[in-house]
């Protein structure tokens, strides 16, 4: 079975400020990979899923951006943080089979001030 | 309207007693209906997930897909406080994307 990582666990960042949020997936290759926001009340958000290396498809236009190094490394990143950036980061991996079942990471919980 | 809708809730039932979790959808093009449990400042975890109509029961868990009406279930017997948590339900169109609904919130008192 695959375990996601995510790192990391808690952060808290002023207005303006980068944000790097790494991902990384273990026991399965090739996967899909997904960064999705949820925030009190509103349920999760899909930001960018990826179906191979160096391939990123975006959901919402925003000030975030994600990039796919390797094969199981999935990295959500912003040059200047906003207030309405605060939630909580879920990254998620998919192995290919028949139907889209998502494995999530523990999340990354960001507050920004 | 939106694609998948849940009430979020909050529901609070007494142990022991039957839990029922719903979610309406509108896109015909949903084949696999699935629901996940969140523990408080946690991952979702996949719980069930059905490809036809019909029941599928798992332990204390049953799930239940109606494709003509667009309506899915996810039953809970004999509820326990563990069971307390967010109940998302998500429904995927083969399309790499799951659409999820924003959640149930559940507690469970002893």
């Known amino acids: 079975s695959q375990t996601i990582h995510q790192w990391p666990a808690t952060l808290v960042q002023p207005v303006g400020s980068p944000l790097s949020l790494e991902c990384t997936v273990e026991?399965?290759?090739?996967?899909?990979l997904y960064w999705y926001r949820q925030a009190a009340g509103r349920g999760l958000q899909l930001l960018f899923y990826?179906?191979?290396?160096?391939?990123i498809s975006s959901e919402v236009p925003q000030n975030l951006s994600a990039s796919r190094p390797q094969d199981r490394q999935f990295i959500l990143s912003s040059k200047k943080l906003l207030l309405s950036d605060s939630g909580f980061y879920l990254c998620?991996?998919?192995?290919?089979?028949?139907?889209?079942?998502?494995?999530f990471g523990p999340g990354t919980r960001l507050t920004v001030l | 309207q939106k694609e998948v809708e849940q009430d979020p809730g909050p529901l609070s039932v007494p142990e022991g007693a039957i839990v029922s979790l719903n979610c309406t959808y509108s896109?015909?093009?949903?084949?696999?209906f699935m629901w996940y449990r969140q523990y408080s400042r946690k991952g979702p975890e996949l719980l069930m997930y059905t490809y036809s109509s019909g029941n599928k029961e798992d332990g204390r868990f049953t799930a239940q897909v109606d494709k003509s009406s667009k309506y899915i279930s996810l039953f809970i017997r004999d509820s326990q406080p563990s069971d307390s948590a967010t109940y998302l339900c998500a429904m995927d169109d083969s399309n790499y994307k799951l659409t999820f609904g924003k959640g149930t919130l559940l507690t469970v008192n002893p």
């Open positions: 896109n015909s093009a949903f084949q696999y």
């Open positions: 990826s179906v191979g290396i160096g391939q």
């Open positions: 026991g399965t290759s090739n996967p899909n």
């Open positions: 998620a991996s998919v192995v290919k089979t028949s139907y889209n079942e998502q494995f």
